[in-house]
Protein backbone atom coordinates (compact mmCIF):
# COMPACT_ATOMS: atom_id res chain seq x y z
CA UNK A 1 0.00 0.00 0.00
CA UNK A 2 1.29 3.78 -0.45
CA UNK A 3 2.30 5.93 1.56
CA UNK A 4 -0.16 8.59 2.51
CA UNK A 5 -3.45 6.36 0.54
CA UNK A 6 -6.42 6.33 2.97
CA UNK A 7 -7.36 3.04 3.92
CA UNK A 8 -10.99 2.39 2.86
CA UNK A 9 -12.37 0.49 6.40
CA UNK A 10 -10.64 2.31 9.09
CA UNK A 11 -13.05 4.74 9.38
CA UNK A 12 -15.82 2.17 10.39
CA UNK A 13 -14.22 -0.18 12.26
CA UNK A 14 -13.17 2.65 14.86
CA UNK A 15 -17.04 3.51 14.49
CA UNK A 16 -17.89 0.01 15.36
CA UNK A 17 -14.95 -0.21 18.22
CA UNK A 18 -16.36 3.09 19.48
CA UNK A 19 -19.73 2.04 19.89
CA UNK A 20 -18.96 -0.77 21.75
CA UNK A 21 -16.58 1.25 24.09
CA UNK A 22 -19.60 2.85 24.80
CA UNK A 23 -21.94 0.66 25.49
CA UNK A 24 -19.67 -1.16 27.56
CA UNK A 25 -19.20 2.12 29.93
CA UNK A 26 -22.59 2.42 30.28
CA UNK A 27 -23.25 -0.91 31.36
CA UNK A 28 -20.45 -0.81 33.65
CA UNK A 29 -21.12 2.71 35.07
CA UNK A 30 -25.11 1.00 35.86
CA UNK A 31 -23.71 -1.50 37.59
CA UNK A 32 -20.67 0.56 39.39
CA UNK A 33 -23.46 2.87 40.78
CA UNK A 34 -25.75 0.52 42.03
CA UNK A 35 -22.66 -1.33 43.67
CA UNK A 36 -21.81 2.05 45.26
CA UNK A 37 -25.65 2.23 46.50
CA UNK A 38 -25.78 -0.96 48.07
CA UNK A 39 -22.59 -0.92 50.21
CA UNK A 40 -22.70 2.44 51.31
CA UNK A 41 -26.33 3.60 51.61
CA UNK A 42 -27.24 4.59 55.00
CA UNK A 43 -23.98 2.89 56.53
CA UNK A 44 -26.54 -0.11 57.55
CA UNK A 45 -25.93 -2.45 54.71
CA UNK A 46 -22.85 -4.63 55.58
CA UNK A 47 -20.64 -6.02 52.79
CA UNK A 48 -21.11 -9.38 52.73
CA UNK A 49 -24.92 -8.73 52.20
CA UNK A 50 -24.56 -5.96 49.81
CA UNK A 51 -22.33 -8.09 47.50
CA UNK A 52 -25.13 -11.28 47.90
CA UNK A 53 -27.98 -9.05 46.48
CA UNK A 54 -25.38 -7.20 44.32
CA UNK A 55 -24.16 -10.07 42.22
CA UNK A 56 -27.25 -11.87 40.76
CA UNK A 57 -28.96 -8.44 40.10
CA UNK A 58 -25.65 -8.07 38.07
CA UNK A 59 -25.95 -11.86 36.57
CA UNK A 60 -29.28 -10.92 35.67
CA UNK A 61 -28.58 -7.68 33.87
CA UNK A 62 -25.66 -9.21 31.88
CA UNK A 63 -27.37 -12.18 30.69
CA UNK A 64 -27.14 -12.69 26.59
CA UNK A 65 -30.73 -11.29 24.79
CA UNK A 66 -31.47 -12.35 21.31
CA UNK A 67 -32.08 -8.97 20.24
CA UNK A 68 -28.30 -7.46 20.91
CA UNK A 69 -27.09 -9.57 18.29
CA UNK A 70 -29.23 -6.60 16.12
CA UNK A 71 -26.66 -4.24 16.62
CA UNK A 72 -23.86 -7.10 16.33
CA UNK A 73 -24.93 -7.74 12.46
CA UNK A 74 -25.47 -3.51 11.99
CA UNK A 75 -21.92 -3.22 13.03
CA UNK A 76 -20.80 -5.98 10.60
CA UNK A 77 -22.81 -5.25 7.65
CA UNK A 78 -21.61 -1.40 8.23
CA UNK A 79 -17.86 -1.95 8.28
CA UNK A 80 -18.74 -4.32 4.92
CA UNK A 81 -20.75 -2.07 3.00
CA UNK A 82 -18.49 0.82 4.76
CA UNK A 83 -22.26 3.34 5.50
CA UNK A 84 -23.42 3.92 8.90
CA UNK A 85 -27.42 2.96 7.68
CA UNK A 86 -27.05 -0.84 8.28
CA UNK A 87 -25.59 0.51 12.13
CA UNK A 88 -28.60 2.69 12.34
CA UNK A 89 -30.71 -0.22 11.20
CA UNK A 90 -29.55 -2.69 13.56
CA UNK A 91 -29.92 -0.46 16.59
CA UNK A 92 -33.85 1.04 15.50
CA UNK A 93 -34.15 -2.88 15.42
CA UNK A 94 -33.45 -3.92 19.18
CA UNK A 95 -36.61 -2.39 21.16
CA UNK A 96 -38.50 -4.04 17.97
CA UNK A 97 -37.03 -7.64 18.41
CA UNK A 98 -37.15 -7.52 21.98
CA UNK A 99 -40.84 -6.70 22.36
CA UNK A 100 -41.42 -9.54 19.92
CA UNK A 101 -38.86 -11.70 22.20
CA UNK A 102 -40.63 -10.91 25.25
CA UNK A 103 -44.56 -11.67 23.57
CA UNK A 104 -43.29 -14.85 22.52
CA UNK A 105 -42.20 -15.63 26.50
CA UNK A 106 -45.31 -13.76 27.80
CA UNK A 107 -47.27 -16.57 25.60
CA UNK A 108 -45.21 -19.29 27.01
CA UNK A 109 -46.14 -18.55 30.30
CA UNK A 110 -49.45 -18.28 29.65
CA UNK A 111 -49.44 -21.63 28.05
CA UNK A 112 -47.64 -22.60 30.92
CA UNK A 113 -50.42 -21.34 33.51
CA UNK A 114 -52.41 -22.75 31.63
CA UNK A 115 -51.49 -26.31 32.08
CA UNK A 116 -50.97 -25.23 36.08
CA UNK A 117 -54.45 -24.62 36.08
CA UNK A 118 -56.10 -27.75 33.95
CA UNK A 119 -53.86 -29.70 36.65
CA UNK A 120 -54.92 -27.58 39.59
CA UNK A 121 -58.61 -28.47 38.88
CA UNK A 122 -57.49 -32.64 38.35
CA UNK A 123 -55.63 -32.66 41.57
CA UNK A 124 -58.49 -30.83 43.80
CA UNK A 125 -60.94 -33.28 42.05
CA UNK A 126 -58.77 -35.86 43.01
CA UNK A 127 -57.51 -35.02 46.57
CA UNK A 128 -61.66 -34.24 47.10
CA UNK A 129 -62.38 -38.24 46.27
CA UNK A 130 -59.42 -39.31 48.77
CA UNK A 131 -61.41 -37.45 51.45
CA UNK A 132 -59.76 -34.60 51.65
CA UNK A 133 -61.42 -31.53 53.08
CA UNK A 134 -61.66 -28.58 50.17
CA UNK A 135 -59.82 -26.71 51.87
CA UNK A 136 -56.90 -28.73 52.43
CA UNK A 137 -57.42 -30.20 49.39
CA UNK A 138 -57.02 -26.73 47.79
CA UNK A 139 -53.77 -25.66 49.28
CA UNK A 140 -52.44 -29.69 48.71
CA UNK A 141 -52.87 -29.29 45.00
CA UNK A 142 -51.59 -25.17 44.79
CA UNK A 143 -48.39 -26.17 46.53
CA UNK A 144 -48.33 -29.15 43.58
CA UNK A 145 -49.02 -27.22 40.79
CA UNK A 146 -47.41 -23.53 41.54
CA UNK A 147 -50.98 -22.44 39.61
CA UNK A 148 -51.75 -19.54 41.66
CA UNK A 149 -49.10 -17.67 41.23
CA UNK A 150 -48.23 -14.25 42.42
CA UNK A 151 -51.89 -15.10 44.36
CA UNK A 152 -51.14 -18.26 46.01
CA UNK A 153 -50.30 -16.81 49.47
CA UNK A 154 -53.62 -15.05 49.70
CA UNK A 155 -55.62 -17.84 48.27
CA UNK A 156 -54.25 -20.79 50.56
CA UNK A 157 -54.60 -18.06 53.86
CA UNK A 158 -58.28 -17.68 52.50
CA UNK A 159 -58.83 -21.39 52.25
CA UNK A 160 -57.24 -21.96 55.96
CA UNK A 161 -58.55 -19.57 58.06
CA UNK A 162 -62.07 -19.49 56.25
CA UNK A 163 -61.92 -16.58 54.05
CA UNK A 164 -63.75 -15.78 50.97
CA UNK A 165 -61.90 -18.09 48.59
CA UNK A 166 -63.99 -17.92 45.40
CA UNK A 167 -63.10 -13.95 45.33
CA UNK A 168 -58.99 -14.93 45.99
CA UNK A 169 -58.97 -17.23 43.41
CA UNK A 170 -61.05 -14.71 41.12
CA UNK A 171 -58.07 -12.01 41.72
CA UNK A 172 -55.61 -15.13 40.70
CA UNK A 173 -57.96 -15.45 37.37
CA UNK A 174 -57.06 -11.77 36.31
CA UNK A 175 -53.58 -13.46 35.48
CA UNK A 176 -52.42 -14.27 31.51
CA UNK A 177 -53.57 -17.53 31.31
CA UNK A 178 -55.27 -18.13 34.53
CA UNK A 179 -58.71 -17.65 33.44
CA UNK A 180 -59.57 -20.88 34.32
CA UNK A 181 -59.51 -19.81 37.84
CA UNK A 182 -62.38 -18.16 37.59
CA UNK A 183 -64.24 -21.21 36.91
CA UNK A 184 -62.72 -22.70 39.66
CA UNK A 185 -64.46 -19.55 41.77
CA UNK A 186 -67.79 -19.99 40.51
CA UNK A 187 -67.45 -24.08 41.80
CA UNK A 188 -66.24 -23.27 45.00
CA UNK A 189 -68.78 -20.57 45.59
CA UNK A 190 -71.63 -22.83 44.48
CA UNK A 191 -70.64 -25.86 46.29
CA UNK A 192 -70.46 -23.92 49.32
CA UNK A 193 -73.77 -22.05 49.56
CA UNK A 194 -75.65 -24.94 47.76
CA UNK A 195 -73.65 -27.90 48.69
CA UNK A 196 -73.00 -29.56 45.18
CA UNK A 197 -70.83 -32.02 44.26
CA UNK A 198 -67.56 -29.78 43.98
CA UNK A 199 -65.11 -33.11 42.60
CA UNK A 200 -67.96 -33.40 39.99
CA UNK A 201 -67.79 -29.40 38.57
CA UNK A 202 -64.11 -29.63 38.87
CA UNK A 203 -63.95 -32.71 36.79
CA UNK A 204 -66.43 -31.11 34.38
CA UNK A 205 -64.10 -27.76 34.44
CA UNK A 206 -61.11 -29.68 33.63
CA UNK A 207 -62.70 -31.42 30.89
CA UNK A 208 -63.90 -28.54 29.07
CA UNK A 209 -60.30 -26.39 30.07
CA UNK A 210 -58.14 -29.32 27.97
CA UNK A 211 -60.45 -29.04 25.10
CA UNK A 212 -60.08 -25.30 24.36
CA UNK A 213 -56.31 -26.08 25.38
CA UNK A 214 -56.42 -29.10 22.29
CA UNK A 215 -58.50 -26.49 20.03
CA UNK A 216 -56.19 -23.93 20.60
CA UNK A 217 -53.10 -26.30 19.24
CA UNK A 218 -54.76 -27.63 16.43
CA UNK A 219 -55.38 -23.76 15.65
CA UNK A 220 -51.85 -23.76 16.18
CA UNK A 221 -50.24 -26.59 14.11
CA UNK A 222 -52.55 -25.70 11.10
CA UNK A 223 -51.39 -21.97 11.34
CA UNK A 224 -47.23 -23.40 11.56
CA UNK A 225 -47.30 -23.07 8.00
CA UNK A 226 -48.22 -20.10 7.40
CA UNK A 227 -45.68 -19.07 9.23
CA UNK A 228 -43.22 -20.71 8.22
CA UNK A 229 -44.39 -19.14 4.28
CA UNK A 230 -44.07 -15.53 6.07
CA UNK A 231 -40.38 -16.52 7.36
CA UNK A 232 -39.31 -17.67 4.21
CA UNK A 233 -40.56 -14.62 2.24
CA UNK A 234 -39.07 -12.70 4.97
CA UNK A 235 -35.59 -13.89 4.32
CA UNK A 236 -35.66 -13.84 0.01
CA UNK A 237 -34.50 -10.56 0.16
CA UNK A 238 -31.15 -11.43 2.25
CA UNK A 239 -30.51 -13.88 0.17
CA UNK A 240 -30.63 -12.17 -2.68
CA UNK A 241 -28.08 -10.18 -1.26
CA UNK A 242 -25.80 -13.00 -0.38
CA UNK A 243 -25.73 -14.50 -4.34
CA UNK A 244 -25.34 -10.92 -5.63
CA UNK A 245 -22.40 -10.83 -3.41
CA UNK A 246 -21.26 -14.32 -4.36
CA UNK A 247 -21.62 -13.08 -7.96
CA UNK A 248 -19.44 -10.02 -7.39
CA UNK A 249 -22.00 -7.62 -8.30
CA UNK A 250 -21.63 -5.97 -5.16
CA UNK A 251 -25.17 -5.09 -3.99
CA UNK A 252 -24.80 -3.56 -0.80
CA UNK A 253 -22.55 -0.75 -2.29
CA UNK A 254 -25.23 -0.42 -4.97
CA UNK A 255 -28.00 0.07 -2.08
CA UNK A 256 -26.04 2.18 0.25
CA UNK A 257 -23.95 4.80 -1.57
CA UNK A 258 -25.94 5.20 -5.04
CA UNK A 259 -29.24 7.23 -5.06
CA UNK A 260 -31.35 4.60 -6.94
CA UNK A 261 -29.90 2.07 -4.47
CA UNK A 262 -31.55 4.26 -1.43
CA UNK A 263 -34.74 4.60 -3.00
CA UNK A 264 -34.69 0.87 -3.65
CA UNK A 265 -33.67 -0.05 -0.12
CA UNK A 266 -36.35 2.63 1.10
CA UNK A 267 -39.44 1.08 -0.71
CA UNK A 268 -38.56 -2.38 -0.41
CA UNK A 269 -38.20 -2.09 3.64
CA UNK A 270 -40.91 -0.28 3.67
CA UNK A 271 -43.11 -3.42 2.18
CA UNK A 272 -41.04 -5.36 3.34
CA UNK A 273 -42.09 -4.39 6.99
CA UNK A 274 -45.67 -3.99 6.02
CA UNK A 275 -45.90 -7.24 4.33
CA UNK A 276 -45.12 -8.58 7.67
CA UNK A 277 -46.93 -6.75 9.44
CA UNK A 278 -50.01 -7.51 7.46
CA UNK A 279 -49.55 -11.28 7.81
CA UNK A 280 -48.80 -11.14 11.53
CA UNK A 281 -51.62 -9.19 12.33
CA UNK A 282 -54.31 -11.67 9.98
CA UNK A 283 -52.18 -15.10 11.83
CA UNK A 284 -52.79 -13.33 15.38
CA UNK A 285 -56.29 -12.51 14.62
CA UNK A 286 -57.12 -16.13 13.55
CA UNK A 287 -55.46 -17.42 16.80
CA UNK A 288 -57.27 -15.11 19.07
CA UNK A 289 -60.39 -16.26 17.49
Do not use: K, N
Not at 54 to 61: K, L, M, Q, V
Not at 179 to 201: I, M, P, Q, R, T
Not at 215 to 230: D, K, N, P, Y
Request: glycine residues 14%.
Amino acid sequence: MAQGQPVAGHPWYAAALCAGAMAWLCVERGHGARRGRLLFADGALPVAAARARWWPERRARLRFRPEWLCPVAGVLLAVWGESLLPLLAGAAAVPLVGRRLRARDRGRERDRRTDAVIALCGAVAGELRAGAQPGQALRFAARTTGALGAEEAAVLAAARFGGDVAEALRRAARAEGAGGLAGLAACWEVAVDGGAGLASGLDRLESALREQREQRERLRAQLSGTWATVVLLAVLPAAGLAMGSVLGAEPLRVLLHTPAGLVCLAVGGALEAAGLWWVGRIVRAGEEA
